[in-house]
Structure formats: structure tokens, C-alpha cells
């Protein structure tokens, strides 16, 4: 029998949260007729064994619904997920971490939002820390040239919870009412796997962050509307499987030069980019005189100024 739900999830040096969360999803999706894809993307930490050995041991209670795909090399988040899609047979698909677990039934309660308002075409839900506090990073507004000059001249890092200086963020907005969004964060991403195929899945070029940015934007172009609901909602551990902070922030960096790159008008885009050397100037001026690590994303200009190069 054909799943409804194709959910995909890519495992990078993080097994025993990987292991966590698929058991909160076997525990708490009861209404959903899954199949679960997980990717193994080269972590050389004994994790396919550990995969391996979860899939004997609860053999009687996945009852064929995990499928372990395994890759020699790390081949980034999109294009992993981009693996899985191609042998997932569901009419859905969600993008689920590995560093996440599944609360009250969020993953049914995600499909239900899905029916009740299929203009969307993608949803999303509310995320929390470990101690239940609010993780406002379920969903994004797009960049604009206003948010990169706040950004730039320090005025969102001073006022963090203004609408008005840091727009993207939301600050105002709890996660606590159904809404129209620009970007829903790839952590609990749902799409219908026909907008999926339209969109041609990620862009494999972004290896790390940005990809659903991108794929959201794409999919806005087309008609989408994507939303949240506050009714499915799961604990994101941010970043476990992330690199150190300075290796981050020079990732995060290239892929939103990349979206501008990509997604900004050519009038646009010249603007955006000088933003982003006036920040990563600035930030390395203060981190200099503090004497902090901080001054390398200066130093790193080069790597991410091009954004990422298109994938061959």
C-alpha cells in the first residue's frame, strides 16, 4: 500500500538525537499511514551501524515504514534531500531534522492543516526549545534592501525585537495564530510531492542553508502561499549538527548572498551585496578591537561574496 506521507530526514554526526527523534515520530504520527527515509550522509561516527541496529531491534513496531539510504560522502542538506524524494513514493513530503522531536501528534496535526488549506502548498508549524519556550525560527520573512541595511548598520542587533528594524525575524508575531509566511525553516517543511516535482526539489547548490529559502521563493513565484499553524508543533535543538561559529556564519553568509543573487532584481542586487561587506566589515572592526574571533567572516570575504556556485 502506497504511504500518504513520505517524511525525509538526513542524519550528519548526530545519531543519538537521530535516534531520539525517530522514536517520537513512530510514537506520536497515529493517524498518518507513513514511510520514513533516512539518509545517512557520510558521518563516519558508526551511525549506519547504530541505524542498522534500531531497524532490527524495532523490527515489530516500524513494521517496514524505515528505509536507510546510506551515502559515502556528506552531500549538504539539499541534495540528500533531494536523494530521498527520489524514492519516496508518498503524496506528501516532510522535511523533518534530526535534531527534532515530535510533539502531540504534530505531524498528523501538520497533514490536517495541509487538507484544510491546500492554497498554501506549503506548511509548516511552531517549534520549541527542550524547556518549551517559544524557537521563533519556524518561519521567515524574505530579505529585503531595508533588512539588510538594518542589518548592516547594526540597527536589527540593537533592536532584536522590532518589527521595524528586524523585519525577517517576525519578533512581534508568537508563532501563536495560523499565518501566511514568506519562508517555513526546512526543519518541518510539508509539501505535496507535485509541487515538489514542479520545483525540481532543492537547488542542489545550496550545501548548506538557504535551501528552503529558495525553494519557498520559487514556489511563492508559482502561486504558493505558504503558512504555519501553531496546532503541530515540535522541539528543534538548533544546530547540533551544525559546524563551529565561525564555519556557520560563513555559510549562512554565502547562502544569503546566494539568495540574493538568485532571487533579487538585477537593480537590486548590487545594493544587497554591498550590505553584506558593510557588515562583515563592521563586524570584523569591533571583533579586532575586541579581540574576538568575529573578524575571520571579514577574512572569509572571498569564499562567500560569489555565493554558491551552480551545481554540476
Same mark, same amino acid.
Given at each position: 500500500?502506497?504511504?500518504?506521507?513520505?517524511?525525509?530526514?538526513?542524519?550528519?554526526?548526530?545519531?543519538?538525537?537521530?535516534?531520539?527523534?525517530?522514536?517520537?515520530?513512530?510514537?506520536?504520527?497515529?493517524?498518518?499511514?507513513?514511510?520514513?527515509?533516512?539518509?545517512?550522509?557520510?558521518?563516519?561516527?558508526?551511525?549506519?551501524?547504530?541505524? !542498522?541496529?534500531?531497524?532490527?531491534?524495532?523490527?515489530?513496531?516500524?513494521?517496514?515504514?524505515?528505509?536507510?539510504?546510506?551515502?559515502?560522502?556528506?552531500?549538504?542538506?539539499?541534495?540528500?534531500?533531494?536523494?530521498?524524494?527520489?524514492?519516496?513514493?508518498?503524496?506528501? /513530503?516532510?522535511?523533518?531534522?534530526?535534531?527534532?522531536?515530535? /510533539?502531540?501528534?504534530?505531524?498528523?496535526?501538520?497533514?490536517?492543516?495541509?487538507?484544510?488549506?491546500? !492554497?498554501?502548498?506549503?506548511?509548516?508549524?511552531?517549534?520549541?526549545?527542550?524547556?518549551?519556550?517559544?524557537?521563533?525560527?519556524?518561519?521567515?520573512?524574505?530579505?529585503?534592501?531595508?533588512? %539588510?541595511?538594518?542589518?548592516?548598520?547594526?540597527?536589527?542587533?540593537?533592536?532584536?525585537?522590532?518589527?521595524?528594524?528586524?523585519?525577517?525575524?517576525?519578533?512581534?508575531?508568537?508563532?501563536?495564530?495560523?499565518?501566511?509566511?514568506?519562508?517555513?525553516?526546512?526543519?518541518?517543511?510539508?509539501?505535496?510531492?507535485?509541487?515538489?516535482?514542479?520545483?525540481?526539489?532543492?537547488?542542489?547548490?545550496?550545501?548548506?542553508?538557504?535551501?528552503?529559502?529558495?525553494?519557498? %521563493?520559487?514556489?511563492?513565484?508559482?502561486?504558493?502561499?505558504?503558512?504555519?499553524?501553531?496546532?503541530?508543533?515540535?522541539?528543534?535543538?538548533?544546530?547540533?549538527?551544525?559546524?563551529?561559529?565561525?564555519?556557520?556564519?560563513?555559510?549562512?553568509?554565502?547562502?544569503?548572498?546566494?539568495?540574493?543573487?538568485?532571487? $533579487?532584481?538585477?537593480?537590486?542586487?548590487?545594493?544587497?551585496?554591498?550590505?553584506?561587506?558593510?557588515?562583515?566589515?563592521?563586524?570584523? /572592526?569591533?571583533?579586532?578591537?575586541?579581540?574576538?574571533?568575529?573578524?575571520?567572516?571579514?577574512?572569509?570575504?572571498?569564499? $562567500?561574496?560569489?555565493?554558491?556556485?551552480?551545481?554540476?
Amino acid at each position: 500500500m502506497t504511504p500518504r506521507l513520505s517524511i525525509l530526514m538526513v542524519n550528519y554526526k548526530t545519531k543519538d538525537l537521530t535516534l531520539a527523534s525517530l522514536r517520537t515520530v513512530f510514537a506520536q504520527t497515529r493517524a498518518t499511514d507513513f514511510e520514513l527515509i533516512l539518509v545517512e550522509n557520510g558521518s563516519e561516527d558508526g551511525s549506519r551501524e547504530a541505524f !542498522e541496529d534500531y531497524l532490527q531491534q524495532e523490527a515489530e513496531t516500524i513494521a517496514g515504514r524505515l528505509r536507510l539510504v546510506h551515502s559515502d560522502t556528506n552531500l549538504g542538506f539539499a541534495r540528500a534531500n533531494n536523494m530521498a524524494a527520489e524514492g519516496a513514493r508518498g503524496e506528501f /513530503l516532510l522535511l523533518l531534522n534530526p535534531d527534532t522531536e515530535v /510533539l502531540d501528534q504534530a505531524i498528523d496535526r501538520l497533514m490536517e492543516f495541509a487538507n484544510s488549506r491546500p !492554497e498554501a502548498r506549503i506548511w509548516g508549524g511552531r517549534t520549541v526549545f527542550r524547556d518549551n519556550s517559544l524557537n521563533a525560527a519556524s518561519c521567515w520573512n524574505r530579505m529585503t534592501p531595508w533588512s %539588510l541595511f538594518c542589518m548592516a548598520l547594526g540597527l536589527r542587533a540593537l533592536c532584536p525585537g522590532s518589527n521595524l528594524f528586524n523585519p525577517e525575524a517576525m519578533p512581534a508575531f508568537k508563532r501563536d495564530a495560523i499565518r501566511e509566511v514568506d519562508i517555513v525553516v526546512g526543519c518541518f517543511l510539508l509539501i505535496s510531492r507535485e509541487d515538489w516535482n514542479g520545483l525540481g526539489g532543492f537547488n542542489p547548490k545550496y550545501f548548506m542553508y538557504g535551501e528552503e529559502a529558495d525553494l519557498c %521563493l520559487r514556489a511563492r513565484a508559482r502561486g504558493a502561499r505558504p503558512a504555519i499553524t501553531p496546532d503541530a508543533t515540535i522541539m528543534h535543538l538548533v544546530g547540533a549538527s551544525a559546524p563551529n561559529d565561525v564555519r556557520k556564519q560563513t555559510l549562512l553568509i554565502k547562502a544569503k548572498v546566494s539568495l540574493v543573487r538568485d532571487h $533579487w532584481s538585477r537593480m537590486s542586487r548590487p545594493f544587497g551585496l554591498m550590505m553584506f561587506l558593510v557588515y562583515a566589515g563592521a563586524k570584523g /572592526l569591533l571583533a579586532t578591537l575586541k579581540g574576538s574571533q568575529d573578524a575571520s567572516l571579514w577574512g572569509t570575504r572571498r569564499e $562567500w561574496f560569489g555565493g554558491y556556485e551552480p551545481s554540476s
